[in-house]
C-alpha cells in the first residue's frame, strides 16, 4: 500500500523536488497576479531564497521559529526581531500574497508522479513567518495588525488545498491547524474582541465548510495522476520503475504495461468511493469505509497494481479530520465571541499574562533582585544607593511586571495547558518567576506605604497577590498549589506590616476581601484537585496514543499513586523534572525567584540520586526509550499484574520530598487567616 508518510514517496518528492524557479522555460500561469496568487508567491519565495542553498532563513532558524509560541521571552524576543528585521520585504510579499484567495500553479499533471510541487514546502515556510509575525504583533499589544496576519494566514492554508492532490491538502490541513492554534493563543492573549471576532469569522470565510481544504477533489486527483503516470509509461520496465518510486519495495516486477492500464481505468471508481468517503458527515462511517477499501486492496480485490500504489485513504482522513476539528472548535469559540455571548475577559488565560510577568521578574539583575527582597522584608538593610536603584527597577517594571500582573488578575480562567510546558513538572522557572513578580508589587506596595505614610498604598498589590494565588489554585499541579500558598502567606505577612501604620480604609479593606473570595472554599490552594491531576499526568506522560483499553489500567495506577499520598505524587514529579533535564531550585538562584524555601537542598538530592540509579538500572536492562520508563508495564496484562509490578516499579517509592499533608493541614487555617489579616487591617491598632 502507498503511504503518503513513508520515504521514499514519490508524493513526498513531489513536495521536496526543488523546480528552478528562474528557469526560462518556467510556466508562465494562464491567469494574472489580480485573480491568482501563484505569480505573487513565485516572486516572493524566489525573494527568499527558497529553494537555493542560501534561504533568508537557515534551518536552525526554521527550528526556532517552529518551536516559537506566545508569550516569548526576552531572550526570545531579542533573536525574534533580528529575523523579522532581516525578512520584513519578504513578508510584505507574502502578506500580497495571501490576500488573494485563488492560487493555480499551472501544474503539467500530465507529467502523473513525476510531477513535483516545489511550492509546498516554501509555503511551509512562509507560513511559519507570517505566524512568528502574529505572535510579535501579539507582543507588541499590536492587536489590530495580528488579526489582519492571522487571516493571512488562513487564506495561505486554502490556497495550499487547491492543488487536487493529496499532499497539497494535508499541507493545507497543517497550516489550518497552525492558524487555529495561533488565533487560539491571540484570545488567550485578549486580542480578540466582539468585533475583531466577527471580521475574523469574516476574513476566514474559505476555510468554512465540511471540506475547506478540498480532500475530496485531491482524492479524485489522485487518480489522475495515476492514470496519467501509466499511460505515459512506455514499457514494463516503466511501470516497474513507477511502482518502486511509488511504494518504495520493489514489488511490482510481475505488473506489465497492458494490466497496468486496464487496472488504473478500473481503479477510478475505487478513488471515487473513497472521494465519497471524505465527504460524508460521519466520521466513523467514513474511516470504516476507507479502511475497507485499504483491505480489499491489500486482499487482492482491486488488483495487484491497487495493492501497491492505493494511498492509505483512512490515514489521509486522520489529516484531514484532526484540522477540520480544529477549524470546527475555533469558528465555535470565535462565533461565541461574536454574539457577545463571551467578553474579552471571560476568554483570555490568565496563564499567558502570568507567564509574561515571570518573565520579567527574572530578568531583574541578581544583585538588585535582592535588594527588592530586602525592599519588601527588611528595608532597613539597604543603603541609599542601593535603595535608590531597586526603585528605578520598580518604576520600569511596570510594562513587563506589574502591567501583566495586572492583565492576568482580570482574567476569569488559567490554563497552564497553553504554555505548552511538559506534564508532570515542577515548573521551576515560570513558578518562580510568578512569585518573584508578586514580590515586587508587595515590595512596591510597602515602600510607597512606609515612604508616605499611607497604609491604603498596600491594598493594590496585596489584591493582585491574593489574585495570583487563587488563579494558580485554579488550574493546580501540586508544585502550583504550593507557590500559590506561599502567595497568600506573604501577601497576609505585607498586609500586617502596612497595618502597623495605620489603619486601612473600608475600602480597601472591601477591596481586599473581594480578591480573597476568589480562591475555592473546599480545597484551599487546589492541592487535592492539584494531586488527581498531577497523578494522572505522571501515569499518561509520554504515551503516543491512549485508546479504551488503556482506560482502566490508567484509572488503576492512578489510584495506586493517591493511596500513597500527596508527598509520594510530589516526589514523583519532581523526579520527572530531574529525567526531563529540568532546572531545579537551587540556593544560588537570585533572591526573588529562589525556591528553596519550598525544596530544599536535602530533598533535591534524594531525587537527583533516584534519577541516576534509575537511568543505571535502565541502561543495564538494555533498555533504549528514558521517557518510557514509567510505562515498562505493559496495558496488555491483567490488571492486577499490572498493578502490582506499577507498585514494584516506583522509582523513588520510600523517598521523602516534600510533606504536603503538613502544607494542606495548614492550607485551611492559613486561607481562614487571610480574611481575618484583613479584617483586622482594618481596625485602629
Same mark, same amino acid.
Given at each position: 500500500?502507498?503511504?503518503?508518510?513513508?520515504?521514499?514517496? &514519490?508524493? %513526498? $518528492? +513531489?513536495?521536496?523536488?526543488?523546480?528552478?524557479?528562474?528557469? *526560462?522555460?518556467?510556466? /508562465?500561469? @494562464? #491567469?494574472?497576479?489580480?485573480?491568482?496568487?501563484?505569480?505573487?508567491?513565485?516572486?516572493?519565495?524566489?525573494?527568499?531564497?527558497?529553494?537555493?542553498?542560501?534561504?533568508?532563513?537557515?534551518?536552525?532558524?526554521?527550528?526556532?521559529?517552529?518551536?516559537?509560541?506566545?508569550?516569548?521571552?526576552?531572550?526570545?524576543?531579542?533573536?525574534?526581531? &533580528?529575523? %523579522? $528585521? +532581516?525578512?520584513?520585504?519578504?513578508?510584505?510579499?507574502?502578506? *500580497?500574497?495571501?490576500? /488573494?484567495? @485563488? #492560487?493555480?500553479?499551472?501544474?503539467?499533471?500530465?507529467?502523473?508522479?513525476?510531477?513535483?510541487?516545489?511550492?509546498?514546502?516554501?509555503?511551509?515556510?512562509?507560513?511559519?513567518?507570517?505566524?512568528?509575525?502574529?505572535?510579535?504583533?501579539?507582543?507588541?499589544?499590536?492587536?489590530?495588525?495580528?488579526?489582519?496576519?492571522?487571516?493571512?494566514?488562513?487564506?495561505?492554508?486554502?490556497?495550499?488545498?487547491?492543488?487536487?492532490?493529496?499532499?497539497?491538502?494535508?499541507?493545507?490541513?497543517?497550516?489550518?491547524?497552525?492558524?487555529?492554534?495561533?488565533?487560539?493563543?491571540?484570545?488567550?492573549?485578549?486580542?480578540?474582541?466582539?468585533?475583531?471576532?466577527?471580521?475574523?469569522?469574516?476574513?476566514?470565510?474559505?476555510?468554512?465548510?465540511?471540506?475547506?481544504?478540498?480532500?475530496?477533489?485531491?482524492?479524485?486527483?489522485?487518480?489522475?495522476?495515476?492514470?496519467?503516470?501509466?499511460?505515459?509509461?512506455?514499457?514494463?520496465?516503466?511501470?516497474?520503475?513507477?511502482?518502486?518510486?511509488?511504494?518504495?519495495?520493489?514489488?511490482?516486477?510481475?505488473?506489465?504495461?497492458?494490466?497496468?492500464?486496464?487496472?488504473?481505468?478500473?481503479?477510478?471508481?475505487?478513488?471515487?468511493?473513497?472521494?465519497?468517503?471524505?465527504?460524508?458527515?460521519?466520521?466513523?462511517?467514513?474511516?470504516?469505509?476507507?479502511?475497507?477499501?485499504?483491505?480489499?486492496?491489500?486482499?487482492?480485490?482491486?488488483?495487484?497494481?491497487?495493492?501497491?500504489?492505493?494511498?492509505?485513504?483512512?490515514?489521509?482522513?486522520?489529516?484531514?479530520?484532526?484540522?477540520?476539528?480544529?477549524?470546527?472548535?475555533?469558528?465555535?469559540?470565535?462565533?461565541?465571541?461574536?454574539?457577545?455571548?463571551?467578553?474579552?475577559?471571560?476568554?483570555?488565560?490568565?496563564?499567558?499574562?502570568?507567564?509574561?510577568?515571570?518573565?520579567?521578574?527574572?530578568?531583574?539583575?541578581?544583585?538588585?533582585?535582592?535588594?527588592?527582597?530586602?525592599?519588601?522584608?527588611?528595608?532597613?538593610?539597604?543603603?541609599?544607593?542601593?535603595?535608590?536603584?531597586?526603585?528605578?527597577?520598580?518604576?520600569?517594571?511596570?510594562?513587563?511586571?506589574?502591567?501583566?500582573?495586572?492583565?492576568?488578575?482580570?482574567?476569569?480562567?488559567?490554563?497552564?495547558?497553553?504554555?505548552?510546558?511538559?506534564?508532570?513538572?515542577?515548573?521551576?522557572?515560570?513558578?518562580?518567576?510568578?512569585?518573584?513578580?508578586?514580590?515586587?508589587?508587595?515590595?512596591?506596595?510597602?515602600?510607597?506605604?512606609?515612604?508616605?505614610?499611607?497604609?491604603?498604598?498596600?491594598?493594590?498589590?496585596?489584591?493582585?497577590?491574593?489574585?495570583?494565588?487563587?488563579?494558580?489554585?485554579?488550574?493546580?499541579?501540586?508544585?502550583?498549589?504550593?507557590?500559590?500558598?506561599?502567595?497568600?502567606?506573604?501577601?497576609?505577612?505585607?498586609?500586617?506590616?502596612?497595618?502597623?501604620?495605620?489603619?486601612?480604609?473600608?475600602?480597601?479593606?472591601?477591596?481586599?476581601?473581594?480578591?480573597?473570595?476568589?480562591?475555592?472554599?473546599?480545597?484551599?490552594?487546589?492541592?487535592?484537585?492539584?494531586?488527581?491531576?498531577?497523578?494522572?499526568?505522571?501515569?499518561?506522560?509520554?504515551?503516543?496514543?491512549?485508546?479504551?483499553?488503556?482506560?482502566?489500567?490508567?484509572?488503576?495506577?492512578?489510584?495506586?499513586?493517591?493511596?500513597?499520598?500527596?508527598?509520594?505524587?510530589?516526589?514523583?514529579?519532581?523526579?520527572?523534572?530531574?529525567?526531563?533535564?529540568?532546572?531545579?531550585?537551587?540556593?544560588?538562584?537570585?533572591?526573588?525567584?529562589?525556591?528553596?524555601?519550598?525544596?530544599?537542598?536535602?530533598?533535591?538530592?534524594?531525587?537527583?540520586?533516584?534519577?541516576?540509579?534509575?537511568?543505571?538500572?535502565?541502561?543495564?536492562?538494555?533498555?533504549?526509550?528514558?521517557?518510557?520508563?514509567?510505562?515498562?508495564?505493559?496495558?496488555?496484562?491483567?490488571?492486577?499484574?499490572?498493578?502490582?509490578?506499577?507498585?514494584?516499579?516506583?522509582?523513588?517509592?520510600?523517598?521523602?520530598?516534600?510533606?504536603?499533608?503538613?502544607?494542606?493541614?495548614?492550607?485551611?487555617?492559613?486561607?481562614?487567616?487571610?480574611?481575618?489579616?484583613?479584617?483586622?487591617?482594618?481596625?485602629?491598632?
Amino acid at each position: 500500500m502507498r503511504t503518503p508518510f513513508l520515504l521514499p514517496s &514519490v508524493i %513526498l $518528492q +513531489r513536495m521536496l523536488v526543488a523546480l528552478c524557479v528562474c528557469a *526560462a522555460g518556467m510556466l /508562465v500561469s @494562464r #491567469a494574472t497576479a489580480q485573480d491568482n496568487a501563484a505569480p505573487l508567491w513565485r516572486a516572493a519565495f524566489q525573494a527568499a531564497g527558497y529553494g537555493t542553498p542560501a534561504p533568508i532563513i537557515s534551518t536552525d532558524e526554521e527550528a526556532f521559529l517552529g518551536n516559537l509560541h506566545y508569550p516569548v521571552t526576552q531572550e526570545e524576543r531579542a533573536q525574534l526581531d &533580528v529575523l %523579522l $528585521q +532581516r525578512t520584513a520585504a519578504v513578508r510584505q510579499q507574502f502578506d *500580497a500574497a495571501a490576500r /488573494v484567495k @485563488r #492560487a493555480d500553479w499551472d501544474l503539467d499533471r500530465s507529467k502523473g508522479f513525476a510531477l513535483t510541487l516545489e511550492h509546498l514546502p516554501n509555503m511551509r515556510s512562509a507560513a511559519r513567518l507570517m505566524r512568528v509575525q502574529v505572535i510579535a504583533e501579539l507582543d507588541d499589544s499590536n492587536s489590530a495588525d495580528a488579526l489582519v496576519s492571522l487571516a493571512a494566514l488562513g487564506i495561505m492554508g486554502a490556497q495550499s488545498g487547491q492543488d487536487r492532490i493529496a499532499i497539497s491538502s494535508m499541507v493545507g490541513s497543517s497550516l489550518g491547524s497552525m492558524l487555529a492554534d495561533t488565533t487560539n493563543e491571540a484570545i488567550d492573549a485578549g486580542a480578540v474582541d466582539q468585533k475583531a471576532a466577527q471580521q475574523l469569522l469574516e476574513a476566514l470565510g474559505p476555510l468554512k465548510g465540511s471540506d475547506p481544504f478540498r480532500y475530496g477533489d485531491a482524492i479524485k486527483g489522485e487518480w489522475e495522476l495515476l492514470n496519467n503516470s501509466v499511460r505515459g509509461a512506455k514499457s514494463d520496465k516503466d511501470i516497474q520503475a513507477m511502482i518502486t518510486a511509488v511504494d518504495g519495495g520493489g514489488k511490482g516486477s510481475e505488473i506489465t504495461l497492458e494490466n497496468a492500464r486496464s487496472s488504473a481505468e478500473s481503479l477510478r471508481t475505487v478513488y471515487d468511493r473513497a472521494a465519497l468517503a471524505f465527504s460524508s458527515p460521519d466520521p466513523n462511517a467514513a474511516i470504516d469505509a476507507l479502511r475497507r477499501l485499504s483491505q480489499y486492496a491489500e486482499g487482492g480485490r482491486f488488483g495487484p497494481l491497487a495493492k501497491l500504489v492505493l494511498p492509505e485513504f483512512a490515514s489521509i482522513y486522520q489529516r484531514k479530520l484532526s484540522a477540520d476539528q480544529d477549524l470546527a472548535l475555533l469558528f465555535a469559540r470565535l462565533q461565541v465571541i461574536a454574539d457577545g455571548k463571551e467578553k474579552r475577559e471571560d476568554v483570555m488565560n490568565a496563564a499567558l499574562f502570568l507567564s509574561r510577568a515571570s518573565a520579567g521578574a527574572r530578568s531583574v539583575p541578581d544583585e538588585v533582585q535582592e535588594s527588592l527582597e530586602l525592599l519588601r522584608v527588611a528595608p532597613a538593610a539597604l543603603d541609599a544607593p542601593r535603595t535608590e536603584r531597586a526603585m528605578d527597577i520598580l518604576t520600569r517594571a511596570d510594562r513587563n511586571v506589574l502591567k501583566p500582573l495586572a492583565e492576568a488578575i482580570s482574567c476569569k480562567r488559567c490554563d497552564f495547558t497553553a504554555l505548552r510546558h511538559r506534564a508532570p513538572t515542577l515548573d521551576i522557572m515560570l513558578l518562580g518567576g510568578i512569585r518573584g513578580a508578586t514580590r515586587m508589587a508587595l515590595a512596591d506596595g510597602l515602600r510607597r506605604a512606609r515612604e508616605y505614610k499611607q497604609p491604603e498604598a498596600i491594598v493594590a498589590a496585596a489584591v493582585t497577590a491574593y489574585r495570583v494565588g487563587a488563579l494558580l489554585a485554579m488550574d493546580p499541579s501540586l508544585p502550583r498549589s504550593a507557590l500559590a500558598h506561599s502567595i497568600w502567606r506573604e501577601t497576609s505577612a505585607a498586609v500586617q506590616e502596612a497595618a502597623k501604620i495605620g489603619p486601612i480604609s473600608k475600602t480597601g479593606i472591601d477591596e481586599m476581601e473581594r480578591a480573597l473570595v476568589f480562591m475555592p472554599t473546599g480545597d484551599p490552594f487546589g492541592f487535592r484537585k492539584g494531586m488527581e491531576d498531577d497523578a494522572k499526568d505522571i501515569v499518561t506522560a509520554g504515551m503516543p496514543r491512549r485508546d479504551a483499553s488503556a482506560n482502566e489500567a490508567i484509572a488503576a495506577r492512578v489510584q495506586i499513586l493517591k493511596q500513597r499520598g500527596p508527598g509520594a505524587v510530589f516526589a514523583r514529579v519532581a523526579f520527572a523534572s530531574v529525567l526531563n533535564g529540568d532546572q531545579m531550585p537551587d540556593q544560588r538562584d537570585a533572591a526573588l525567584i529562589r525556591l528553596t524555601d519550598l525544596y530544599s537542598a536535602s530533598a533535591i538530592e534524594k531525587i537527583t540520586t533516584a534519577v541516576t540509579a534509575a537511568k543505571t538500572q535502565h541502561a543495564d536492562s538494555g533498555g533504549s526509550a528514558l521517557t518510557d520508563m514509567n510505562f515498562e508495564v505493559p496495558f496488555d496484562l491483567p490488571l492486577d499484574e499490572q498493578k502490582a509490578r506499577f507498585k514494584r516499579a516506583d522509582p523513588v517509592r520510600g523517598v521523602q520530598f516534600i510533606d504536603v499533608n503538613a502544607l494542606i493541614a495548614l492550607a485551611g487555617s492559613d486561607y481562614s487567616a487571610a480574611f481575618d489579616t484583613v479584617k483586622a487591617a482594618g481596625k485602629q491598632p
